[in-house]
């Protein structure tokens, strides 16, 4: 296959599947910022007690550590 026919066959998926894929992300992006928001307010608010407040802290400690854990850099 022709390199320029290969590159006008994935700018034409491209074009096809990257509108798709915005409408999807966007949607899970924001449907994820309402829950956590809302889950925050309700922990805040005293819906959920001390309880809440452990929870909220055991899933930083755990995003930190996992984000740490994923940027160091590979051996070998």
């Known amino acids: 296959?022709?390199?320029?026919?290969?590159?006008?066959?994935?700018?034409?998926?491209?074009?096809?599947?990257v509108p798709l894929l915005?409408?999807?992300?966007?949607k899970l992006v924001a449907h994820g910022v309402h829950v956590w928001t809302e889950w925050i307010t309700n922990v805040f608010s005293g819906g959920a007690?001390?309880?809440?407040?452990?929870?909220?802290?055991?899933?930083l400690i755990a995003i930190t550590l996992l984000i740490k854990y994923l940027s160091r850099p590979r051996s070998g």
């Open 22 to 26: 915005a409408a999807i992300i966007s």
């Open 49 to 59: 007690g001390l309880e809440g407040i452990v929870k909220l802290c055991v899933y």
């Open 1 to 17: 296959m022709n390199s320029w026919t290969g590159k006008i066959i994935i700018v034409g998926l491209a074009i096809a599947f």
